[in-house]
């Protein structure tokens, strides 16, 4: 995608043998990089969410452990950091899926050979995330025009919730993508964008990359969707997802689940978008088996912005002492679930909608 009319993407490889990734911690305010040199700054900017969003940490556990083969390529060093990486974040179920699929490459391998395959994978994980995410734009785009069609004379009404654009993957994002690729066919439309306590990554990096796509949208604080749903100013809501089960649980950014009840309630059509490298086949019950990413209570009593000096500040919003929960992610049953939106098209959110389109991964 573009910023200042240059086209980047979240992560790529530096000459030097080091990795470069968007900062995003630093947006909306900053548009900073990130130089990533060995194991221990991958699995840094995994935790502090440097960077974020399923595809994209999966893709630098990927190049994390191509840094780690460039400096021990030895079977106990990869199984080393195969751990520690696997360990930095626990939902996304991406991370896990990219680094099995690294662990099993370069065990295959000499070790002298492991550090030139290892890079190449890792690039090539990226490019097909990308190449995915564009196929997702494509076929979640035939939705949002039938929408319009159903709409004509006025904005097709998107809700979204979190940020599953460009910035969670390596271009084009998930429940983004079909929004861009509508907008650029010529479709009117309006996206409501849940600001998504207790990160902001609504407010600060949906609202980022809509502006900067020139994109009509409208930040609302997180239980506004209900209301508006009522009111019949939801036409849509599109959203991404960190893990989905075999049977179409999707995982995704707490709070999803109430969209996803409001939307329900309301005759609202709840679409999902995700690559296969997001599906867990090994899960069915998402509620009960897929792990919660519990993070640190200072997100939720803290909320960190821009000052009118200019600085990018923290501050406390919660009395001091009060104790704070931090659960950062929550799962949608299938049943709430209109459609996923994948790169072999859409399916119904169930097991045979799946193996439809994915025989081969099923
Ligand atoms: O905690 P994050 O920011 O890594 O959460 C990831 C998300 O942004 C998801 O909610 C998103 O919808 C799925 S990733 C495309």
């Avoid at 979240?10 to 630093?26: C, P, R």
């Avoid at 009404?157 to 460009?166: E, V």
């Avoid at 990160?199 to 994109?215: H, K, M, P, V, Y």
């Avoid at 995982?251 to 309630?265: Q, S, V």
Wanted: glycine share 8%; hydrophobic share 45%; charged share 20%.
């Amino acid at each position: 995608m573009r910023i200042d009319s240059r086209h980047y993407r979240t992560i790529w490889e530096n000459a030097d043998g080091s990795v470069e990734a968007i900062d995003q911690t630093k947006l909306p305010h900053r548009f900073e990089t990130k130089r990533l040199a060995s194991l221990d700054d991958a699995v840094a900017a995994i935790t502090t969410m440097v960077v974020r969003g399923a595809p994209l940490i999966g893709v630098t556990g990927a190049y994390g452990l191509a840094l780690a083969a460039a400096v021990d390529p030895s079977d106990s060093a990869l199984e080393e950091a195969h751990a520690r990486l696997a360990a930095a974040r626990p939902t996304a179920v991406n991370l896990r899926w990219a680094l099995d699929r690294m662990r099993r490459l370069l065990l295959s391998a000499a070790p002298s050979d492991r550090r030139a395959l290892a890079f190449g994978e890792a690039a090539a994980i990226a490019d097909e995330d990308a190449l995915c995410c564009e196929a997702i734009a494509d076929h979640g785009a035939t939705l949002i025009c039938a929408a319009a069609a159903e709409h004509p004379g006025r904005p097709v009404n998107i809700l979204t919730h979190c940020n599953a654009g460009w910035l969670a993957a390596v271009d084009w994002g998930t429940a983004l993508a079909p929004i861009y690729k509508a907008a650029r066919d010529g479709i009117d439309l309006h996206v409501w964008v849940d600001e998504t306590r207790p990160r902001n990554q609504g407010a600060s990096l949906t609202a980022f990359e809509l502006s900067g796509e020139g994109i009509p949208h409208t930040v609302i604080a997180d239980n506004t969707g209900g209301h508006l749903m009522q009111h019949g100013l939801v036409d849509l809501c599109i959203v991404g997802s960190d893990r989905t089960t075999r049977i179409g649980d999707v995982c995704n950014k707490i709070g999803t689940y109430l969209k996803a009840l409001a939307a329900h309630d309301n005759g609202v059509p709840f679409y999902v978008a995700l690559p296969s490298s997001t599906i867990d086949w090994a899960m069915r019950d998402g509620v009960a088996e897929i792990p919660i990413e519990q993070r640190d209570a200072s997100e939720v009593t803290h909320i960190s912005g821009l000052a009118d000096n200019g600085a990018v500040t923290r501050v406390q919003v919660t009395p001091k002492g009060s104790p704070a929960a931090n659960y950062a992610f929550d799962v949608t049953p299938a049943r709430l679930v209109g459609a996923l939106i994948t790169e072999r098209g859409v399916c119904a959110a169930s097991e045979a909608g799946l193996r439809g389109l994915f025989p081969d991964l099923a």
